[in-house]
């Protein structure tokens, strides 16, 4: 199921996660670098990156690392999830930062390095490049 | 980057999130940056609860106050925002970390309090109600039956929609003061007309405070959105705030409905087993160094009730009792503040046994509560062991 929760318009790099990310203390809030040795997303920035996971979990206090992030200039320039949580959508409507959901199918077939341009002008949403 | 939020979402089976011309014009960024910022949180929000419009609300009541939760980044988001930001409702406000009058007697450092009293003051400038109350439901008036509100407070959501004829979400912190800015929040789930498809029959006998905290923790962990809850006597305030604080801790369910609901709901039994359960949960010690009572808040008759409970007895060791600071004064007034402290309470306005800086692991190893939700923070925040006790009991062991 496709949404829109904070519209946009942005070009990057994927980096892809299958395990969900919980903000709240396992990114830095400074470098957003993920510091949880059991995520497979362990010791990368997601610094400009376009974020790809399942979805959040954890406190929604993580709306805050979200913005704090954007704050320090290391936020990633999108997320797209699977599923849309209130400690994402907030922390990205907080911040700015584009985020849609997207169905199982198109998720999996997303990966790591792709090249996309997200517009939630567009009624596809992602072109893929 | 352009913001335009469109009117429909691609292959999407509910119905999308409908904005007038006006909410639109926000979204862009046409009425300032902070409601741009609302207008994206409750846009998010609406679309991640599959709300297709945003409805008037009467009255906000916010989390995110406690400088223990939200930290330097909350500290400094409100902060920036307070610099323009202002509320359009009546908004109140969640126990901060400590009470200012008595703060000096506990070891917190100076930059936690002048951190605390950085957010106390966005809040104010934001023109929000200091009230720094979990029981806004008990300390203020209730508005007529079916009145939108937007709370953020666990307990105080579950309160509002189950007893005090309210309709509320369970609003985030970011949701109720996007609201609270906006005067508006989104129409989904509980706002609307809800049929829960679980019944949980209640079977334990002479329950007390702390059966009903147990069977509100259980409630919660069950139910989705809302749950009918039958075979109920007659319950005092006391318990049903505590069943309002033990739903809210477990889950994400904001609603009891009276009854046997309809003939076709699943049928669950709360009985001695699965209270038994939850208590193994949560009561981890077998005796406390410190007693707490309030979680949520104390309000005006249970002090009335303590102050009669303790005629001619006093606690052999620490209690912390927790209120708002309203009641306070008017306890103060009748005389019970005086009694208490006499039987050797420490009475603390403005902050509560949930995420209270004022309880440390290094200090203290086990804490006696007769609160569910207070139990759950405790044991998974603060790290201390809880042993569990209604209040009949605490006062019959701890005091002589």
């Known amino acids: 199921m496709s949404k829109i929760l904070v519209s946009g318009k942005v070009e990057g790099v994927v980096l892809k996660s299958n395990d969900p990310i919980n903000f709240l203390g396992t990114v830095d809030k400074k470098t957003a670098i993920i510091s949880d040795k059991k995520h497979t997303l362990f010791e990368k920035s997601i610094k400009n990156s376009i974020l790809v996971f399942p979805s959040g979990i954890g406190s929604s206090v993580g709306a805050y690392t979200i913005y704090s992030i954007k704050s320090n200039n290391t936020a990633p320039l999108a997320m797209i999830c699977k599923k849309a949580d209130l400690t994402v959508a907030t922390g990205c409507a907080l911040a700015n930062i584009p985020l849609i959901t997207i169905n199982d199918k198109e998720f999996e077939s997303i990966k790591t390095g792709m090249k996309l341009f997200l517009d939630t002008d567009t009624t596809t949403l992602i072109h893929y490049q | 980057m352009e913001s335009t939020h469109k009117y429909y979402n691609c292959n999407n089976d509910n119905l999308p999130l409908e904005l007038t011309r006006d ?29 297709e419009k945003l409805i008037p609300i009467e009255w906000a009541h916010l989390s995110g106050v406690n400088y223990n939760t939200i930290g330097d980044a909350g500290e400094e988001f409100l902060s920036t925002i307070s610099k323009d930001a202002r509320v359009k409702v009546k908004t109140t406000l969640n126990p901060m970390g400590f009470d200012i009058d008595n703060v000096s007697n506990y070891k917190l450092d100076e930059n936690f309090i002048s951190k605390q009293l950085s957010i106390r003051n966005s809040y104010e400038t934001m023109g929000v109600i200091p009230s720094f109350s979990c029981i806004p439901y008990e300390i203020f008036d209730i508005p007529q039956t079916g009145t939108q509100v937007a709370f953020a407070e666990s307990n105080a959501a579950i309160h509002a929609n189950s007893y005090d004829n309210l309709k509320t979400n369970k609003e985030s912190a970011f949701s109720a003061l996007a609201s609270a800015i906006i005067g508006k929040s989104p129409y989904s789930s509980l706002r609307k007309e809800d049929t829960p498809n679980i019944t949980i029959q209640m079977k334990v006998k002479n329950p007390n405070e702390l059966t009903y905290g147990m069977l509100g923790f259980y409630a919660g962990k069950i139910g989705d959105t809302s749950v009918n809850i039958s075979g109920l006597a007659k319950m005092d305030q006391r318990q049903c705030k505590a069943m309002c604080g033990g739903m809210g801790t477990s889950g994400t369910c904001a609603k009891f409905n009276f009854g046997e609901g309809d003939p076709n709901t699943e049928k669950i039994d709360f009985d001695e087993k699965e209270m038994q359960n939850v208590h193994d949960e949560l009561n981890t010690a077998e005796k406390g160094d410190l007693i707490t009572l309030g979680s949520p808040q104390l309000g005006l008759n249970e002090i009335s009730d303590l102050t009669a409970k303790l005629k001619g007895r006093s606690f052999q060791k620490r209690c912390m009792v927790f209120l708002p600071r309203t009641v306070k004064q008017q306890a103060q007034k009748i005389g019970y503040i005086t009694e208490l402290e006499r039987a050797g309470c420490e009475i603390l306005a403005d902050c509560c046994t949930c995420l209270t800086p004022l309880i440390c692991k290094d200090d203290v190893d086990a804490v006696t509560t007769n609160s569910i939700k207070g139990a759950f923070y405790l044991k998974n925040s603060n790290g201390v062991g809880v042993n569990l006790k209604s209040l009949q009991e605490i006062v019959e062991d701890e005091t002589r």
């Open chain 2, 23 to 51: 909410e639109e014009s926000a979204l862009k960024g046409e009425q300032g940056e902070t409601m741009q910022m609302a207008y994206r949180i409750l846009v998010a929000t609406g679309e991640a609860t599959d709300a």
